[in-house]
Each structure stands twice: as C-alpha cells, then as structure tokens.
C-alpha cells in the first residue's frame, strides 16, 4: 500500500519550507481564535435546509442577548449570510492586523465571500496555473476559509459562528482548521432524504469528539394562516429518530414560516422583527441553549 507522509512526518527541512509555513499558518490561526470564547459549526451536509437563515437568525439571537457576535459564511460559491445579516454592499476596511469586517444587524460582525465580489451574479472563479486546476481547487478554498478565520480582525468574541456549506467534506475540513472545535448545529428537515445525509455528518462531527453536538429540525410544521391548523411538511419524523438513534438532543424544531425567510432573505431576521413569532420563538430557544452549553464549557475550563 502506498503511504503517504503528514506535513508532522517530514523531519528534514524541505526546500520551499512548506512545513514551516503550515506551522506558522496554523498558529496564527490559533491566535486569532484564542480572543473568542465559543466557536460554533452551523452544518448539516445537506443543501436548502436552513443552515444559512439558521445561522443568521441565531447570531442576531445572540446578540439581542447581549452577546458579542461574529459570523463567519464558509459557503464561498453560494454565499448568503451577508445579506441575511444586512451587510452586502458594505466594506471591509484594511488594517495592519487583517481586514476588518463590517457590522451587520444587532452589531453582529460578519465575513463572506460576497464582500470580496464586485458583481452580484458574478460566479466565484480561481486563478490556479492552467495545468490540472482541479487539484488546485479544495486548497485554494481551504485557503480561503482559513484566511476568513485568520486574518480577519474578529477582536473579543463570545461566539464567533460559521455558516457551513454542504457536504461533510466540508465539515471535515473546518475540523482540520479547528480541531477543538467547541459546539456543532446540525440542521435538519424531518425528511428521509435529510436524515440519511445528516446522519452521516452527525457521526462525523461524534467521531472528531466535537465537545457539544445539537440537532436544529427545521421546517418542521406549517400553520395555515387563514385557519392556524398545523400540519407536517414531511411525513417522516426524520429528526426524533436521529436524535434517539444518535443520543444528540434535538435542541430546537423550527416551523416553517414564510415570514421567516421573507424577511431573513432581506437583511432582518425573523427573531428582531418577530420575536413572538413561533419560528422565532424556537431559535431564541436555541440560542438559549447554545449560551448555556457554553457557559458550562467555560465553567469546566
Ligand atoms: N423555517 C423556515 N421557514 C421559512 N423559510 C425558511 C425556513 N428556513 C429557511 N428558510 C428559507 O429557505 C431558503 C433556504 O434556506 P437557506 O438558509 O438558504 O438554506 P441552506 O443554507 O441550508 O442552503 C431561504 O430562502 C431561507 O430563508
Ligand atoms: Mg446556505
């Protein structure tokens, strides 16, 4: 079998220096993350589930609890949390620390990709040399994500979140870059489709020993306007068994409501302009539990 070598394996000093500059890299990291009290992955390994509109409505949450907020929107091809937190358009400005990045709805710092993007419709491109661009590609990005960590001015955090694009080979990436991460959300719609995918993620972020794991269900059950009956969207209970099959608690169930993604889509999320909203409800719920998962973390420290 062929065996290949870790950066850590390579005693001897390499030409270019490669492992020093890893090194480096990740301390830098490291240090830039030491001024932030709780980091959390907002995930799933599915697409369309809510993890974005998750995301921002938690950080605006959080910070109507008087938190210290930063967001960071790990999506880089389909970046959505800037707008959702009310920052497209606006700049970063350019510091000899890093960039720093704009304040959105309740304060909440936030770094995307679309901040860095002249043209709306303008699809995300790699400059890579011509030859074999493909074996470029989840570097770069890996790259990006890092730098979107790293050089970033973030300052003293509570939480800084991180939007997570789908595909657990996302999720493992994030964990290579922050392998003590402090808590994972994963987002699920009660369906069977999602929860096959989910599950996977689940034991992903179990495996990594990921310190605090929750389970958000979204779009769990509409209510009829016109006569407020409640009915399912899925007919699978698609959360429940991931939760009893995996002993994650299921912290939140989120009905769908189409105030929610109307007004998040637009730069004000549901929990500011609603709160009393039952969709608003359960994600200040959640953020409820996510304060005091880490509180108790930092309690244990
Ligand atoms: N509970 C909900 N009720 C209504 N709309 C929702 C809900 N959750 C998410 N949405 C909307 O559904 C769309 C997809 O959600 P998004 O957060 O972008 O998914 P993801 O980031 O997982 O791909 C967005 O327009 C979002 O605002
Ligand atoms: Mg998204």
Redesign the pocket.
Known sequence: MRKVRTYNEVQHSTGSQLLEQVLELQDRLAARLSSIGTVVAIA?G?????????TANLAAALAMRGRSVGAVDA?LNGP?LGRMLGVSGMSLSDGPDGVGPPQGVQGVRVMSMELLQEAEDAPLGWRAPDFGKFTWRSTLETGVLREFLADVVWGELDFLLI?VP?GTDKIERLLELIPDLDQALL?TTPSEATRFVVSKSLRLVQEAGVGVVGLVA??TEHECPQCGHRSSLFESGGAERLAAESGVPLWAS?????R??AS??LGEPLVIKEPEAP?SRAILALADRVDAAAKAGADTE
């Open positions: 799933s599915k697409g369309g589930v809510g993890k974005s509109a998750v999506d959505s939007d789908p987002v979204n779009m989120i009905p769908f409501d189409p929610l993604g998040t889509d969709a």
